[in-house]
């Protein structure tokens, strides 16, 4: 079985060098394109306090979470992820990596013979440290092959990610 955890952001986005309004966040379609092509569960990462609406004032915030190692508090977590052998870990890069909400998750959770894989929406980084960041966080699993979609494409990109997860969750 296989779960994907992800955290999207929906409002003011980085779209094709430009700030858009954006209804569904971009790792959001793209976790539900894994979720239909691989019959995988979700989990939504979401913070009690929320990112300033402004992008610029969320990408402000995301730096000094990220340069503090902040652990920012969730609304829910998971505690126990035994029934899974697959994990897609997703996110929108946000200086080089995750949200710092994705490791306050992460970070709980016994991955001890579990298989981890990179997935990162982004405008240009690619999978930036997304693997590296799986293999810090994710103690005893294995990391598997990543899958990185530029953000403002995500929408048009369900063939690629499909044929991403059923090769890689089976």
Same mark, same amino acid.
């Given at each position: @079985?296989?779960?994907?955890?992800?955290?999207? !952001?929906?409002?003011?986005?980085?779209?094709?060098?430009? *700030? /858009?309004?954006?209804? /569904?966040?971009?790792?959001?379609? %793209?976790?539900?394109?894994?979720?239909?092509?691989?019959?995988?569960? $979700?989990?939504? %990462?979401?913070?009690?306090?929320?990112? =300033?609406?402004?992008?610029?004032?969320?990408?402000?915030?995301? /730096?000094?979470?990220?340069? &503090?190692?902040? !652990?920012?508090?969730?609304?829910?977590? $998971?505690?126990?992820?035994?029934?899974?052998?697959?994990? %897609? *870990? =997703?996110?929108?890069?946000?200086?080089?990596?995750?949200? @710092?909400? *994705?490791? &306050?998750? $992460?970070? !709980?959770?016994?991955?001890?013979?579990?298989? %981890?894989?990179?997935? @990162?929406?982004?405008?240009?980084?690619?999978?930036?440290?997304? =693997?590296?960041?799986?293999?810090?966080?994710?103690?005893?699993?294995?990391?598997?092959?990543?899958?990185?979609?530029?953000?403002?494409?995500?929408?048009? &990109?369900? &063939?690629?990610?499909?044929?991403?997860?059923? /090769?890689?969750?089976?």
């Amino acid at each position: @079985m296989s779960l994907i955890i992800y955290y999207s !952001r929906t409002g003011e986005n980085y779209w094709n060098g430009s *700030v /858009k309004n954006i209804s /569904k966040g971009n790792t959001e379609i %793209v976790a539900e394109f894994i979720q239909k092509a691989a019959g995988a569960d $979700l989990f939504q %990462v979401e913070t009690v306090k929320t990112y =300033a609406a402004d992008y610029y004032e969320c990408i402000d915030d995301a /730096k000094a979470e990220l340069q &503090s190692d902040a !652990r920012p508090e969730l609304k829910e977590y $998971l505690d126990d992820i035994s029934q899974y052998d697959n994990i %897609v *870990v =997703a996110g929108p890069c946000w200086w080089g990596t995750y949200p @710092m909400a *994705v490791f &306050s998750l $992460l970070d !709980r959770l016994d991955f001890t013979g579990k298989k %981890v894989f990179p997935v @990162m929406t982004h405008e240009g980084s690619g999978q930036a440290g997304s =693997a590296a960041a799986l293999k810090k966080h994710c103690k005893g699993a294995a990391v598997g092959k990543g899958l990185a979609v530029h953000g403002a494409d995500a929408a048009k &990109s369900e &063939s690629t990610v499909a044929a991403w997860a059923k /090769k890689e969750l089976g």
